[in-house]
């Protein structure tokens, strides 16, 4: 085993990294913490730590920016005794070393039962940085929060954002949206209705539409069989995938657990309530889908109301279905939207609902999301449900997004930004 490290240890060493772009994400790439990386599969935390060693390639030797990926098939199978050994390779390899500063590059590291251990006697005896990713929540956040607590920083990747679907396309951008010609504006505008139709997924983005759902389809199998099947044990592999398949094709609509445990009895699936729920916390450990509670201080009422169902990636919606709902699809990217600046996202209900809340600093903030607002009926129940949130929650500011009306609504002290999606995606930290 210390000779196949050895040898990748010498061939990462040998990689050229010329390919790798850079992601539109502020990760540390030089700070005492532990740094680690999660998100679902393939949304790119590899590409996050090669954009990160390549810069530190810049001012740092080769030699002392170590990378192994923990779901080589190589490595398997792979037990917690055997990874001191790769700390016994390298400086086999490389005696010197020992007196200067190492970066260590983890990729998947919670395939291994008990890592944390590890990474942190690493951290604490060696001269070392240490990077680490994985496509599970709960592993990460728990081993954070107890063994490597006060020595890590988390961040979260997520598919291509609309920013850097444009870097993608080469179309740059700034926040002075008003000087932009009208061929620009309608070149961005076409690009994001490109965005809203497909997979955000980094290395599909180039593909045509055949190849993205041939993909697609592999990563939804890869999920349910490595992040699910595999990892939780779960043996009734027809049941999680029937739910999985349930989840995604319900996108941006309020879901019950209650009720889906019903309609799945009266279709002769056996399930239990118990099972759902556990299967709900392990999908949603391994980022497939984010459910979203009502905002509300009593735990009860919060219990009371459905969830709301969003999708990692609107690609993985539309290969089971073919009925493509696009304000459906719209609200599930602005989730995404929200969810890569927000820890915890919301939906609002008193007599109208409105799509999204956030807090941050103490204050809080409030979005509908509605594709069409060209009838009046429509558009007086979008600014109502806004303002009735506004009066019960104590702020004057709302966003409405649509498909293209562009204007600020003034009632009385109450104001309501109408913005389209793609100037929005634009604008949103400045907003």
């Known amino acids: 085993m210390k000779s196949l490290f050895k040898n990748i240890i010498k061939d990462f060493i040998d990689k050229d990294l010329s390919f790798v772009k850079n992601r539109d994400y502020e990760i540390p790439i030089n700070i005492s913490k532990i740094v680690s990386i999660i998100g679902a599969r393939r949304t790119g935390k590899t590409f996050i730590l090669f954009s990160i060693i390549k810069k530190l390639r810049e001012s740092v030797s080769k030699e002392n920016l170590i990378y192994l990926n923990f779901e080589d098939d190589r490595l398997f199978p792979l037990k917690i005794g055997d990874l001191n050994l790769i700390i016994e390779a390298y400086f086999e390899l490389f005696p010197a070393k020992k007196s200067e500063t190492v970066y260590f590059f983890f990729d998947e590291v919670q395939n291994v039962l008990n890592w944390e251990l590890f990474i942190r006697r690493v951290y604490d005896t060696e001269n070392c940085r240490i990077y680490i990713t994985g496509s599970s929540s709960k592993l990460l956040s728990k081993e954070i929060a107890t063994s490597l607590r006060g020595r890590a920083l988390s961040y979260t990747i997520f598919p291509y954002s609309f920013k850097e679907y444009l870097n993608f396309n080469n179309i740059s951008f700034d926040v002075n949206i008003d000087m932009y010609s009208s061929a620009k504006k309608a070149k961005i505008i076409n690009l994001f209705n490109s965005y809203s139709k497909c997979t955000s997924f980094p290395e599909l983005i180039d593909f045509d ?154 204050a809080i903030k409030i979005f509908n999301v509605s594709y069409d607002l060209s009838d009046r009926n429509t558009l007086q129940r979008e600014v109502s449900g806004l303002l009735e949130a506004m009066s019960s929650l104590g702020i004057n500011k709302a966003i409405l997004l649509t498909s293209e009306r562009d204007e600020i609504i003034q009632l009385e002290d109450k104001y309501i930004h109408i913005i389209p999606f793609w100037k929005w995606f634009l604008l949103i930290d400045s907003l």
């Not at 592999?237 to 445990?261: A, E, G, Q």
């Not at 019903?262 to 729920?277: E, H």
Request: glycine residues 2%.
């Open 209 to 362: 539409a055949s190849t993205q759902n041939k993909a697609l389809h592999d990563y939804f199998d890869l999920i349910i069989y490595k992040d699910l099947v595999e990892r939780f044990n779960i043996s009734n592999h027809f049941l999680v995938k029937y739910f999985v398949k349930f989840l995604l094709v319900n996108i941006s609509n309020p879901v019950s657990i209650n009720k889906c445990f019903n309609d799945f009895k009266s279709q002769g699936v056996p399930v239990s309530k118990s099972s759902l729920f556990q299967y709900l916390d392990h999908i949603s450990d391994a980022f497939v889908v984010y459910p979203v509670q009502l905002y509300s201080d009593n735990l009860r009422e919060k219990q009371r109301n459905p969830i709301k169902i969003y999708s990692i990636d609107i690609g993985l919606n539309q290969i089971f279905t073919n009925n493509i709902n696009i304000g459906r699809i719209l609200e599930n990217l602005v989730f995404l939207e929200l969810k890569r600046r927000y820890d915890v996202v919301f939906y609002y209900k008193k007599k109208q609902e409105v799509d999204f809340l956030v807090e941050f600093n103490h």
